[in-house]
């Protein structure tokens, strides 16, 4: 096989699968699970969650990728050759082409509202001017597609600069850029005048609101949040040097990925209760970041307007670096699969992977507006592949790999690559097995019912 590029450092490792790791669920779903579950019993729950399911997950996606060296969909070929286990990495690389096809989509409006909030377009608006910004961007026929195409382009530019000079260079550059601006936002939140109502309503636990249902929505959140199942991991691990601590890494990705989700909270919760604001379960996804938050910051802030204008700017910058972090590697799962198995070179693969999907990703866009009416099982093109790579392809995808890691893989191979060939202790491998074996794929089957609805029809 031909030498692979590998990370230039640990840090690069850490921050570039953080990146992964962190996006827009971090900072639209989070904060309002959060609320409407218990505030800080929630994420007790969640934090258990990342434990139980999260981390032995990640770990298997990062030995399967390290060990093979190879993309996603070759990986298991190569572990277990000759069995239909290779339909694991496939379908991996299918979810990671439906996603890009519509997240990309959403990650251009993040650039559209960094352009209003730059140039002050939110100063003076009602609640109900939101709304009519919003449908009006999305509904249009072109720009929605200008600001998705300059987002398809950046990630493309990154891709074809290879591991080294592009994902990990610029995962240095833009994971602490994400780190700066939430600390900032953080700081501009807690000073508000109601800070502390917001503050007590997300610390304050409420076990009280802890149900089956709940822990099954922090389940879900956790595996979703993290990128498990997708093949981001299983891929960029493909790139991890030898003596690259696995363990750890995991540990760090979902300490971080945790630690944004958290933050999110922070930023939120403050100006909500400042602003006289109650959270609404339909204050979730798009309608939280492009509708509601924008309203809430105007009126939180109308007392200190040029806090208030930072404020704005600085949120949808955060927004358009969470995006591109998570673009950036569901392009690198399908890339390295065309680059590796159709024998391209990196650029013609990347041009293949951003051609198509930048296609496809009209039909997304147009979701919104002139197809609107057009269905598929009664969704439009977007609904449709968010609802089959969101709450089918990812948790089946991470069910798959829990039961081959748990089952399939030979034991001693898995404790070689946990351990890097002897020289690190692995003190909890027989909890991490019987985890994969038992715990994770009857977890995910039940998140998996969960998302369908079918615990409502039982």
């Not at 999907?357 to 507006?369: D, H, P, R, V």
């Not at 074996?437 to 998140?447: D, E, N, Q, S, T």
């Amino acid at each position: 096989m031909a030498s692979r590029e590998n990370f230039g450092s640990k840090l690069g490792v850490t921050l570039a699968a953080a990146g992964s790791a962190v996006g827009l669920g971090n900072i639209w779903r989070f904060p309002i699970e959060t609320g409407q579950n218990g505030g800080a019993a929630y994420i007790i729950v969640y934090i258990a969650c990342i434990i139980i399911l999260g981390i032995p997950i990640m770990i298997s996606e990062f030995a399967i990728g390290r060990r093979s060296r190879r993309n996603t969909a070759g990986a298991y070929e190569a572990l277990a050759p000759g069995t239909q286990w290779k339909w694991i990495g496939r379908l991996g690389v299918f979810t990671g082409f439906i996603i890009f096809c519509y997240y990309t989509v959403v990650a251009g409006w993040t650039l559209e509202y960094s352009a209003l909030a730059i140039g002050n377009a939110f100063e003076g608006k009602t609640a109900e001017d939101y709304k009519t910004i919003f449908s009006e961007f999305a509904g249009h026929p072109i720009k929605p597609l200008v600001w998705m195409a300059v987002m398809f382009l950046l990630t493309h530019i990154i891709i074809v600069k290879g591991v080294t000079s592009g994902i990990e260079k610029y995962s240095k550059l833009m994971m602490p850029v994400l780190f700066i601006i939430v600390i900032i936002l953080v700081y501009c939140s807690v000073t508000l005048p109601k800070a502390s109502e917001g503050l007590d309503f997300l610390l304050k636990p409420d076990f009280s609101k802890i149900t089956g249902n709940t822990i099954l929505n922090a389940m879900g959140q956790a595996f979703f949040s993290l990128s498990l199942g997708l093949g981001c991991l299983c891929t960029y691990a493909s790139y991890f040097a030898k003596d690259t601590n696995l363990t750890k890494t995991a540990l760090n990705v979902c300490g971080i990925d945790t630690f944004i989700a958290v933050m999110a909270g922070f930023i939120i919760f403050p100006a909500v209760f400042n602003a006289g604001y109650q959270l609404q379960p339909s204050d979730v996804g798009p309608s939280l970041i492009f509708i509601t938050l924008p309203s809430i910051f105007q009126e939180s802030f109308s007392q200190m307007p040029i806090v208030g204008y930072i404020f704005a700017v600085m949120f949808y910058l955060l927004l358009v670096v969470a995006a591109l972090t998570s673009t950036i590697s569901i392009h690198e799962v399908v890339n390295a699969y065309i680059q590796e198995e159709w024998h391209l070179t990196r650029s013609q693969a990347a041009w293949v992977v951003t051609g198509i999907c930048m296609f496809l990703g009209f039909f997304s866009c147009w979701s919104f507006g002139w197809l609107s009416d057009f269905k598929i099982f009664g969704m439009t093109v977007f609904d449709l592949f968010d609802f089959c790579a969101s709450n089918i392809f990812l948790p089946v995808g991470g069910m798959l790999i829990s039961i081959f890691t748990g089952w399939r893989l030979d034991k001693k191979m898995l404790k070689a690559e946990l351990s890097n060939e002897g020289s690190l202790k692995v003190p909890l491998f027989g909890v991490y097995t019987f985890i994969l074996k038992f715990i994770a794929p009857l977890a995910i089957g039940l998140v998996l019912l969960n998302q369908l609805g079918l615990f409502k029809l039982l």
